[in-house]
């Protein structure tokens, strides 16, 4: 696991933003070959997708050969109510984008059978062959997409109940109105996550803070699901200063010199590139 620290939510969404523009224009997606991409919802991503629409508008990314999975929706909300997860994604990023709208695929928390939907989605992503990357959120909890606390780390695609502290934590969403705020939701499982090939999440704020040290610091532990995140071969945290407020100096430390490393790694390797290029062409 790989851990990014940038000063801000805006220095965070465009770090991301860069890295899933290169992921996605270095895989080349094609119709046939499309870039499979997971999506979060939550205030968190925001400054991401407003980045990743800046990168479309400037033309150097495309989402016309994306197909993306996002990772939950309410239950019994209605689909056109401003906070379904479904009007969310398109206010936030699909409506400003050059996605196709039958390449977008969000659960439907109004299905009549809400077990087949969410085995249907499985299914859907398995179709697709997996997905590539998985962009995800965290609670205050450390739940990732709506896998709370005490969520089987091998789970899949279910119905969840909600736990209070995010009834609580989603009212602002509600105008503070905590009956409005659903107390179910269709999410992807933890281990729908972990099957993807790569995941990267999103993580700024003080209030995650613990959430990151439980993760991090801490063993694999189904109170902290994102913690699951230590058992895949490809993942990466990208939070913001406020977010480390709990984690050791000595850990921060840490993280912060393996990205000096890497990018010096990066550096050489890119000139050693430039290097060969260079006596294969006879280049002085
Ligand atoms: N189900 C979503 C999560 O997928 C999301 O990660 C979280 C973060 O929200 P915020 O970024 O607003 O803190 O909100 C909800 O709980």
Same mark, same amino acid.
């Given at each position: 696991m790989r851990l990014i620290i940038r000063e801000d939510p805006e220095s965070v969404g465009e770090y991301i933003a860069n890295y899933v523009c290169k992921r996605i224009n270095d895989f080349n997606p094609s119709p046939e070959r499309p870039f499979v991409l997971g999506l979060p919802t939550g205030s968190s991503p925001v400054p991401t997708y407003k980045a990743l629409i800046n990168l479309v508008k400037t033309g150097?990314?495309?989402?016309?050969n994306v197909i993306t999975f996002n990772m939950d929706e309410y239950v019994?909300?209605?689909?056109?109510?401003?906070?379904s997860y479904h009007s969310f994604m398109f206010r936030e990023l699909f409506s400003h984008v050059d996605i196709p709208p039958e390449n977008v695929n969000i659960l439907d928390g109004n299905a009549d059978d809400l077990v087949s939907e969410c085995n249907d989605y499985e299914r859907r992503i398995k179709q697709y062959g997996g997905v590539e990357l998985f962009l995800a959120g965290i609670g205050?909890?450390?739940?990732?997409?709506?896998?709370?606390?005490? #969520?089987? %780390?091998?789970?899949?695609?279910r119905i969840k109940t909600l736990a209070y502290g995010t009834i609580l934590a989603n009212a602002r969403f509600f105008n503070n109105d905590i009956s409005a705020v659903p107390h179910m939701a269709l999410t992807v499982g933890v281990q729908t996550v972990l099957d993807s090939r790569e995941v990267v999440v999103v993580v700024t704020g003080q209030r995650k803070a613990l959430a990151i040290a439980k993760a991090i610091e801490e063993g694999v532990n189904h109170l902290w699901?994102? #913690?699951? %995140?230590?058992?895949?071969?490809w993942a990466l945290i990208v939070v913001d200063e406020d977010a480390t407020l709990e984690l050791h100096v000595k850990t921060v430390k840490y993280f912060k010199s393996i990205e000096q490393v890497q990018e010096e790694v990066e550096k050489n390797q890119a000139e050693l590139k430039k290097k060969k290029h260079a006596a294969v062409n006879g280049i002085n």
């Open positions: 150097r990314l495309s989402f016309r019994g909300l209605p689909r056109d109510h401003p906070e205050e909890d450390g739940h990732i997409a709506f896998n709370e606390p005490g #969520s089987s %780390l091998t789970s899949r695609t699901t994102l #913690s699951a %995140l230590q058992m895949h071969p």
